[in-house]
């Protein structure tokens, strides 16, 4: 198991599909040997989840995901260092809301939940 692991498990509750158009990390790994990226398509309704690691010694993960949609951009972006604070940032296009857990410790499994306002 890696120190440090973020874990999104994104829900989409409006009526539009997310298109994913960037993903990256700027540190660490995808999980599951570069498998659990973010799904290129995220249904009305639907679910995603993936997740990214650190990888090597005192090291942390931090990447992003943006997604278009009729009604503009959605991006999710974290940050789990291997020193400091932690941080999740979700912006929708206006009309839309988000909400999310807890994202304290080493081992964040975070819930992201996209609804219309």
């Given at each position: 198991?890696?120190?440090?692991?973020?874990?999104?498990?994104?829900?989409?509750?409006?009526?539009?599909?997310?298109?994913?158009?960037?993903?990256?990390?700027?540190?660490?790994?995808?999980?599951?040997?570069?498998?659990?990226?973010?799904a290129e398509?995220?249904?009305?309704?639907?679910?995603?989840?993936?997740?990214?690691?650190?990888?090597?010694?005192?090291?942390?993960?931090?990447?992003?995901?943006?997604?278009?949609?009729?009604?503009?951009?959605?991006?999710?972006?974290?940050?789990?260092?291997?020193?400091?604070?932690?941080?999740?940032?979700?912006?929708?296009?206006?009309?839309?809301?988000?909400?999310?857990?807890?994202?304290?410790?080493?081992?964040?499994?975070?819930?992201?939940?996209?609804?219309?306002?």
């Amino acid at each position: 198991m890696a120190e440090q692991t973020f874990h999104i498990q994104l829900r989409n509750f409006t009526d539009l599909e997310l298109r994913r158009t960037d993903f990256q990390l700027a540190h660490g790994v995808w999980s599951a040997n570069g498998n659990d990226v973010p799904a290129e398509i995220v249904k009305p309704a639907g679910r995603d989840d993936f997740a990214s690691e650190s990888d090597g010694f005192a090291t942390g993960t931090q990447g992003s995901v943006t997604y278009n949609s009729d009604a503009g951009v959605f991006m999710i972006s974290w940050d789990i260092p291997f020193i400091g604070t932690n941080s999740l940032l979700v912006q929708t296009p206006p009309g839309f809301e988000k909400d999310f857990g807890d994202i304290s410790g080493t081992q964040v499994n975070a819930r992201v939940l996209l609804f219309d306002d």
